[in-house]
């Protein structure tokens, strides 16, 4: 059966195959720890849950404006300006059904076939997916270890091209919890505004940070009439079923994304929305209280994978993932991720997920117990000591 060409490049995204195949060896009686899949492993906040529920019982499940309700993207603009320090205004904000629209459809509207598209690499595989998508090339730009995974700026400056359109950054990132330096964000806002680029922000993890802060691009001067930022409720309020994302950009942009939403998605579903609300505009506590618990996880990893002779892995500043270096085992990480699957029952990606720079590594996402974390790293120890 013949297809369009647009979509010959797509393929599963890592996290989805890894936990099909753990999943069957879990059907076969093995049992197997998930560290693949990068999503929260608490249960949505209970006064959000009921915020929803209470929507659908009172009847607000009908169509509402493609670009949200008014009264969400108000709370999102007041919420979203105040953590950045920049003021934002509700045309300014869109919503969408999860966060990817929102890597999509921006480039819908700025990108035309040919143009090239500054992605990190290893990065979040739904760019380059994207970008292939709207008929644009993407042009990886390694992030460097040694540097806590900042992106590597000669690399960057070499990348530049008169074809240059769209740079995509993600700070705090997946795979490796790094935040980009300010340095950095200065250096890539300076060639933004040099040569007249837009910026697509991904800030999904931007209430995931345990040490300083993870600025964002968006407060550089010249740079809020240039980016565009993604984020969502999925890893901040443990929404990531209810499908709620958010972007704010220009509004001439804004307004280009309400039409595609119209002929796409036609709107977000409305008790999502309020369920949204009640989670910017309630509470704040178990935000905090689970962004401790991942620092405690996250720390008794990444103690644990140092301790793994052969294992080197530095400490991530933010999100939920350890990204560590296993080039000392002389094996690819596609094979250490299967070994470690089949012979430990522990089921991790492989850097390769993330793009060609992310070979000799692994990604294993914290958000799982602390004794499960403890099970996983003994049977990885156990395993890795055999090769």
């Known amino acids: 059966m013949p297809f369009a060409q647009r979509i ?3 393929k599963a995204e890592g996290a989805y195959a890894v936990l099909a195949r753990a999943q069957a060896l879990e059907a076969q009686g093995r049992e197997i720890i998930h560290l ?7 249960e949505t ?5 009921l915020a929803g529920i209470r929507a659908i019982a009172t009847g607000l499940t009908r169509y509402n404006p493609p670009p949200g309700i008014p009264a969400l993207r108000q709370a999102l603009a007041e919420d979203a300006g105040r953590r950045r320090g920049v003021r934002f205004t509700p045309e300014q904000v869109v919503i969408a059904p ?6 999509l459809l921006p480039m819908l509207a700025l990108l035309e076939p040919g143009d090239e598209v500054i992605v990190p690499d290893p990065g979040f595989p739904s760019y380059e997916a994207a970008i292939g998508l709207v008929g644009a090339r993407a042009v990886p730009v390694p992030l460097v270890e040694e540097r806590g995974f900042d992106l590597d700026l000669e690399a960057f400056d070499d990348a530049l091209g008169p074809r240059t359109r769209l740079v995509i950054l993600n700070s705090p990132g997946n795979p490796t919890g790094g935040i980009l330096s300010a340095h950095t964000l200065a250096h890539v806002a300076a060639a933004a505004r040099r040569r007249d680029l837009w910026v697509l922000s991904d800030e999904i993890y931007s209430r995931l940070v345990y040490e300083g802060e993870a600025p964002s691009i968006v407060s550089l001067p010249g740079m809020a009439e240039r980016t565009i930022i993604a984020d969502g409720f999925s890893k901040t309020y443990a929404m990531t079923g209810w499908r709620l994302g958010f972007g704010v950009m220009p509004p001439p942009l804004a307004e280009k994304l309400e039409l595609l ?3 796409s998605t036609g709107c977000t579903a409305t008790f999502t929305q309020y369920a949204g609300l009640e989670a910017i505009l309630g509470p704040q506590e178990a935000v905090e209280a689970v962004r401790a618990e991942f620092r405690r996880r996250r720390d008794l990893m990444v103690r644990g994978l140092n301790a793994i002779p052969g294992v080197r892995c530095p400490l991530p500043q933010g999100a939920f993932y350890a990204f560590p270096n296993v080039q000392a085992f002389g094996r690819s990480s596609a094979e250490l991720a299967d070994y470690l699957l089949e012979e430990a029952g522990v089921a991790v990606l492989p850097g390769t997920a993330f793009g060609c720079h992310g070979e000799g590594y692994l990604r294993l996402s914290y958000a799982n117990s602390l004794p499960n974390i403890e099970k996983a790293l003994q049977r990885m120890a156990d395993a890795l000591a055999w090769l």
Do not use: N, V
């Open 45 to 49: 906040y209970p006064h959000i849950a």
């Open 98 to 103: 999860g966060s990817k629209p929102l890597i």
């Open 8 to 10: 010959a490049h797509l």
């Open 261 to 263: 939403l119209t002929h």
């Open 36 to 42: 693949e899949i990068g999503q929260p492993d608490f």
